[in-house]
């Protein structure tokens, strides 16, 4: 995790790296796909588009309401991934991944999620952003790329 400061307010970001035995083809499915993001993150109606709003969907909780509101910023097939994320109470925040191939014909999968000001009181967002991609991006994205065949 790193915290950035620029001119106006300090944020921090959640970065993680996931080393992957699947090609990139298969692990941008896992990113792009609705049915295998359902699997492993949150009910979805994505679809890779630049300017594309869509949002992710899980149970509501008792300060969630369960739906994460996005629009894609950037893609670049197989490489780069980026959309904002919010909802909840949370605002400017935008989640990126990158996919490198490595030598042995896997990928280097790295999240970047970034924009939790400290100054509007976002440290359980950030904190709660941390558990989930711990948990979903290593434990349930693993699961679904070894589904696939």
């Keep these: ?3 950035q400061n620029d001119e106006t307010h300090e944020t921090q970001t959640i970065s993680m790296n996931f080393d992957l035995p699947h090609a990139p083809a298969k692990v941008w499915r896992c990113l792009t796909e609705p049915a295998l993001l359902a699997k492993w993150l949150m009910a979805t109606d994505l679809v890779p ?3 594309n709003a869509f949002t992710f ?3 509501a909780g008792p300060s969630w309401d369960g739906t994460v509101n996005c629009e894609i910023q950037e893609v670049e097939v197989e490489k780069r991934i980026r959309y904002s ?3 909840g109470g949370l605002a400017g925040t ?3 991944w990158t996919l490198t191939p490595t030598e042995n014909g896997g990928t280097l999968l790295h999240l970047e999620h970034s924009g939790f000001r400290q100054d509007k009181g976002q440290a359980r967002f950030f904190e709660g952003a941390k558990y989930g991609w711990q948990l979903m991006g ?3 994205l693993f699961a679904t790329l ?3 065949s």
């Design 94 to 96: 935008v989640v990126t």
């Design 138 to 140: 290593g434990q349930r």
């Design 49 to 51: 588009v630049v300017g």
């Design 57 to 59: 969907k899980a149970a």
């Design 1 to 3: 995790m790193t915290t």
């Design 146 to 148: 070894a589904e696939l």
């Design 85 to 87: 994320w919010g909802g």
